[in-house]
C-alpha cells in the first residue's frame, strides 16, 4: 500500500542526521529520490558522541580515501588491552604501522565529522533541515491494522513521504512509539561517560609513542570500573584525548555506586596517570550503549518504516571493542537500497521493504552480529572484571621482583598466583571455554 | 565547559515523585545520571534538567511511568563542541 503520490512532501524522510542516517540520506538522494535530513542538533553532531574509534573499511568503499578528506582525529596504530588493579596495569600492547593504510579503525570527534557526513548527504541533493526534534512518526490504518507509516510530526508541522528511516539513536523513541520496537532490560545497557582532554600532538605523540597522524586505543578493565562489568577506553584524538567508562546498568546498580562516581575514580586512576598528567577537561558527555548484541536486534521493519543504526540496536560489544558507527554506517546502506527497491515496485508495506532486512543479513553487519551472538552472555561473567586482572598482576609481580629470597620457576609462580586468586578451576575452565565460544 | 542552550520554558524531565517514591526510582536516577542531574530533597526528586547530556539512561533505568523524559525541543539543550 502507498499514499497518493500527490500529497507527499519527500520520497524519503530520514530522522537523525549520525552515520546511520546520512549515509542512507546520501545513498537514497544519489539514487535521484527526494529525501528530507531532519536534525534535532542546531548543527549535525551536536547531540553525538562516541566511544571514538569507527571502523573504517565500510566508509572507504562508499568515500574511496575519506581519511584523507573527513575530519578524522588519526589512524589508530596501536591497540592495548590492560587489566587493571588498584596498584598494578599488566597490558597486551598490539602495535603495527600496517593498520594505517589501508584504513583500519581511526578516531573521530562526533562535532566534526558527523558535518562532514551529513554534507555529503547535502551534496548528493538530500535536503538538511536541523534544530528540528520530530516528536512522532505519522501513521493511519494500514493491512491488517498495523500502522502504516505515512510521514512525521514535528511541534505542529507534519510531513509526508513513502518510506521513513529511523535513525533517531539509541533511545529510538519513533519505533517504540508505535509499538514496533520495546525498552530494553538494563543488562542489555551500558551507560558510557567520557570527558575530552586538551593535549598537544606532540605530547599525545610522545606519551602513547605513535607516529604524527597516527593514535593509540586503550581497552581497559578491572579496577578503573571498580570491579563493575564493563570498561574504560582511553583513546587519542589530533590534540586530546577522550577517556571513558562504558558500565552495564545492572553492574551499575547493584555495585551501589554513582556512574559518576566512577567516572572520577578511572579518571583519577593511577594506572592512568601517566597519560593523563596535567592536561585539562574540555568536555563531559554521556551515552547509552545498546550492547544486547544479536538478541536485542527484534523488529527494524515496518509498513513505511524501516530502523537503522543504534535505534536497531546494532552495536557490538566483543569485550576489547564496541562497535557502532561502522553497522550504523553499514546499516544505511542496506536500508537506503531496500527503500528506493520497494519506492520502485510501489509497495513501500513491510513485505516490500524485506529487502533491508535481508541486505543487512548478506552484508558484514547481521554477520558480525551473529558471529558474536554469544558475546553478552560470555561478558556477565564477573570473574573478567576483577578475578583474572589480579591473578595476571600476581603472576607477573613474581616474575619481576626480586627481594634476595630465592627466585622461584615460573610453574611455581603461576601456582601460587592461582591459589591466591581462590577461583576454582572449573570456573576458570568454564570462562576459557566461554569465551573461545563467544569470541 | 560544555554548551548548553537551556529551554526557559519547556523542562524535557518530569518526575512522578508517587510513583517514584513506590517503586524505588529515586535512588536509581540518582545513581545512574552522569550529569548529575537528580537530587533528593526531603522526600522529593529534584531535577536539574538544564544540565542534561541527553543521553536517556535514567529513562531506561527507571520503573515504568515513574519518568516522563523525552528530547528537548529542536535547537535547545546539550550542543557538544567535541562530541
Known amino acids: 500500500m502507498t499514499t497518493g503520490a500527490g500529497e507527499l512532501d519527500f520520497d524519503v524522510i530520514v530522522v537523525g542526521a549520525g552515520p546511520a542516517g546520512a549515509t542512507a540520506a546520501h545513498r537514497l538522494a544519489s539514487r535521484g529520490l527526494s529525501v528530507v535530513l531532519i536534525e534535532r542538533g542546531e548543527v549535525p553532531g551536536t547531540k553525538n558522541l562516541s566511544g571514538g574509534v569507527l571502523y573504517g573499511a565500510v566508509l572507504e568503499g562508499l568515500f574511496p580515501d575519506f581519511a584523507g578528506q573527513a575530519p578524522i582525529e588519526r589512524r589508530i596504530t596501536r591497540h592495548v588491552t590492560t587489566f587493571l588493579t588498584p596498584d598494578s596495569a599488566v597490558s597486551l600492547d598490539y602495535a603495527s604501522r600496517g593498520l594505517a593504510a589501508p584504513v583500519n579503525g581511526v578516531t573521530v570527534l562526533r562535532a566534526r565529522f558527523d558535518p562532514w557526513s551529513a554534507g555529503k548527504a547535502e551534496e548528493a541533493g538530500a535536503f538538511l533541515m536541523p534544530g528540528v526534534r520530530v516528536d512522532a512518526l505519522l501513521t493511519e490504518p494500514g493491512p491488517g491494522g498495523r500502522p502504516q507509516v505515512i510521514g512525521v510530526r514535528a511541534r505542529d508541522e507534519v510531513l509526508r513521504a513513502s518510506v521513513v528511516v529511523a535513525a533517531d539513536g539509541v533511545n529510538s523513541f519513533l519505533a517504540q512509539g508505535i509499538g514496533l520496537r520495546g525498552k530494553q532490560p538494563p543488562r542489555h545497557l551500558a551507560v558510557g561517560v567520557k570527558a575530552v582532554v586538551r593535549m598537544s600532538a606532540e605530547r599525545i605523540e610522545d606519551r602513547f609513542g605513535v607516529a604524527p597522524g597516527e593514535g593509540a586505543a586503550h581497552a581497559i578493565v578491572g579496577d578503573c570500573t571498580l570491579g563493575i562489568a564493563g570498561g574504560a577506553f582511553l583513546c587519542t584524538d589530533r590534540e586530546s584525548l577522550s577517556l571513558g567508562v562504558v558500565l552495564r546498568l545492572d553492574a551499575l546498580l547493584s555495585s551501589g555506586r554513582s556512574a559518576i562516581e566512577v567516572f572520577e575514580h578511572c579518571s583519577q586512576h593511577p594506572g592512568l596517570a601517566p597519560y593523563l598528567r596535567d592536561c585539562e577537561i574540555v568536555e563531559y558527555g554521556s551515552h547509552l550503549v545498546a550492547e544486547g548484541g544479536h538478541g536485542m536486534l527484534g523488529e527494524i521493519v515496518g509498513d513505511g518504516l524501516v530502523v537503522v543504526g543504534e535505534a536497531a540496536g546494532l552495536t557490538i560489544n566483543n569485550g576489547l571493542t564496541v562497535r557502532g558507527m561502522d553497522l550504523a554506517i553499514g546499516s544505511g546502506v542496506a536500508a537506503a537500497d531496500a527503500v528506493v527497491e520497494a519506492i520502485g515496485t510501489g509497495d513501500v508495506s513491510s513485505v516490500g521493504l524485506a529487502g533491508y532486512r535481508s541486505r543487512l543479513e548478506d552484508n558484514f553487519v547481521l554477520k558480525d552480529l551473529r558471529t558474536y551472538t554469544g558475546a553478552p552472555g560470555f561478558l556477565e561473567r564477573e570473574r573478567l572484571y576483577g578475578a583474572y586482572g589480579e591473578l595476571a598482576a600476581e603472576l607477573f609481580r613474581g616474575v619481576s621482583r626480586f627481594d634476595g629470597t630465592p627466585h622461584r620457576h615460573l610453574r611455581v609462580l603461576a601456582r601460587t598466583a592461582w591459589k591466591g586468586s581462590r577461583m576454582r578451576l572449573r570456573d576458570a575452565l568454564g570462562d576459557g571455554w566461554a569465551g573461545v565460544r563467544a569470541l | ?83
Do not use: K
Not at chain 2, 9 to 25: A, F, M
Not at chain 2, 54 to 64: D, H, M, P, S
Open chain 2, 1 to 83: 565547559m560544555n554548551r548548553f542552550d537551556t529551554d526557559d520554558e519547556e523542562s524535557h524531565i518530569v518526575v512522578d515523585q508517587e510513583l517514584c517514591r513506590s517503586t524505588g526510582t529515586g535512588p536509581i536516577l540518582i545513581a545512574v545520571c552522569p550529569a548529575g542531574v537528580f537530587s533528593q530533597r526531603d522526600d522529593e526528586i529534584q531535577v536539574e534538567y538544564a544540565a542534561c547530556l541527553e543521553c536517556g539512561t535514567c529513562l531506561a533505568a527507571a520503573a515504568r511511568g515513574a519518568l516522563t523524559w523525552h528530547y528537548p525541543r529542536g535547537g535547545f539543550g546539550i550542543a557538544f563542541r567535541e562530541g
